[in-house]
Every structure is written in C-alpha cells, then in structure tokens.
C-alpha cells in the first residue's frame, strides 16, 4: 500500500510542474502592510514564543533532574531536550535578525558537537556555570552538545541514567543543567529580538513596506523570507536526509559533479537520540506556519490577478501537506539506515525535493523573488 501511495506522490509534482501556467515576474505587492503583519503576528512570533516556553521548561526540568536523578526524571529531561529541539527546527527558515545576530544561531545548535570541548569540561575541576561554557566555544553547548550528555547508543537506559548518579555523575549533571541555562538565555535572546516590539525586529519586518533602517521595501522584506525559506528547504532534503541516504551530489578529484552512492547513518543530525527524523518534518511543519498560518499563501488566492498565484499556493500547500502525511519509519532512522534499509526514507529525500523545487520555480517567481547567494554554500 505505502509503495502504491509513494509512486503516486512522485508522481504529483511533475504534472503540478507541466501543468503551471508561464508565471511572469510579478507586479507590486498590493496590501503589503497587510501581508508583513500577517507573517509576523500569524507564525514568527507563536514560533518564538513556543520556543521560548520549551527551553524554559528544559532548563526547570535539568534543575528537577539534577536534584533528584531517578529514571522518571531522566525520561522527562530528555523529552523537555527533544520538545527544544524541534521548536528550534520548526525555526529554521526564520534564521535571519535576531537568529543570526552575533552568530548565536551556532550557540544554540552546532553540529556535530565537539568531543573534545566536551571531554575537557567534564574532567576540569573548575565549576561548570554558564559562563564558563559559553567562553569554552559553540562546540560545547546547545542542543547538539546536550544530546551528547544525555543520549548514548552504547549503553542502555540504566547505565545512560548511571552516568548522572554518585560523585561522578554530578559532573555532567552540572554540565546539563549550566548548559540547558545557557540554552535557555540565548534562545530568550532571538526571541527578545523579536517580541519586544518597541522599535525592534518585528516593528521593521511589519513596516518594511513603510521604509526603515533595516529594510527599504516591503519586496525586500519579502525577497529575504522567500529566500530563507528556499535554503531551509534545501538544507533539510540535503544535507539532514540526502546525504546519509547516499543521494546527495558532491564532487570529485576532477571537481565535477557526482552522486554519493554511499549512505552513511553518522551523516544524520541528532542520530544519536533518533530525532533524525522528527527534526526534518519540525522544518517543515515550521515552513507550512510560515506560509498558512502567516497569511502568505492565503494572500496569493486573495491577489489571483493573473490566475496563476492561486494555482501555485494550493499546488505549494499539497506539497507541504504531503511531505507530512508520509508515514513515520517503522524503526529508528539511524538502524535502518546502518542495516541497508534506509529505501523506507526515500519519500522524505524526494518529497523533500519537491518542496524546494516548488518554491523555486513557483513560488518565487509568482512574487518576484530573485533567489541570490545560498547561506548553505558558505563563504
């Protein structure tokens, strides 16, 4: 049955694609006002203040467990860690302002972590505070380094729980509860940055279609979230499932293109808590607030003028609405893919694909977004 429902699902986007209508670059936005507002008000700030609220938790929760490190309190932690991280992925196409300021977007989840930072803090003698793991560098903190403390595959359950009791394990509870601190106070930072209204980020993001120092134009307010959410896409179908599945592209000795034809279950992100997964549907399922709930995709049927744009925000929602209705791996993504059975992920690398191509070639070019320098490509 998955195999029926998959085939047609690969099959949706190239008749979406042979049945677009030519999409010429498009006119002045009309009701920008409106528009700016609804993407601030209707999905970055419910975005950043879920966020908030989840590492605020995690940071109560690390103190609780810490206290008293039982199996309950432990199981509770972790959940409180993996809640973070999926409310920072559903962010992952606003990383630009107060994401970016700073670089502290690294802070909060730099991948992979750094062992040896990490090996040097839980042997130092020195208190560990927030203070002192921010100054030892973004490869031993965040949510990458707290997956790290609190997830090991070589060991079960008991023993993971183990590490945390005694004389010795109160080490690396002070690392977790420092490090979830320190999470919580950089994530209030991005968010800050944003729902502290008063001449801050979202004023400017709202009002661009007005003129202001941080943007000149409603279009490149526009240009610039489009653009975030081209890369987001990328990344996700890319670098968080193509790879380790062995498709993505790379090159060679002789600098051209190639297909990797090796997979490799290390290449994904958070393999070690099995979240591999559930981050990249938080990417999406952040990516479809963007466009839904922040009235974009409503204000492309409302301004149909050439009816096209219509067309290109109900082919876009179908896209998004597919991509999570693929069904969850029967197993953890690391061990199928370990085992050769990493086939079942396929429809998250090509659906993924599709996402990226629809944004690309619709709906970007029904608002007249010119897609420029790629965040991902580096320097």
Known sequence: MFKQIFCCLLLLPSLLFAATPNVAPATPLPDADKLLAAVVDGAIIPLYRELQVTANTLAQRSTAFCSTPTAESFKVLREGWGETLLAWHRTDALMFGPAIADQIDFTINFTPPKKMIISRLLTDDIPLTPDIIAKAGVGGQGLSTLEFLLFDRDKNDAEQLASFQGDMGKRRCDYVQAASTLLHTQVQTIANGWLQDSNGYASAFRDAHKGNATFASARQAVDLLVGKLFQSAEKFSKNRIGNPL??????????????????????????????????????????????????????????????VEKFVADAMQQRLDNYLKLPLPSADPFELIKTGKGKELDGYY????????????????????????????GD
Not at 363 to 369: D, S, Y
């Open 350 to 377: 090509y659906l993924g694909n599709d996402i990226q191509m629809g944004i690309r070639r619709q709906l970007a070019k029904v608002l007249g977004v010119q897609l420029g320098f790629n965040d991902n490509d």
């Open 246 to 307: 062995g498709k993505g592209i790379d090159l060679n000795t002789e600098g051209k293109q190639e297909v990797l034809n090796t997979s490799n279950a290390y290449q994904l992100e958070a393999w070690r808590s099995g979240y591999s997964i559930q981050i990249i549907r938080a990417n999406v399922e952040g990516m479809q607030r963007i466009l839904r709930e922040g009235g974009i995709l409503q204000w492309l049927r409302d301004h149909n003028e050439r009816e």
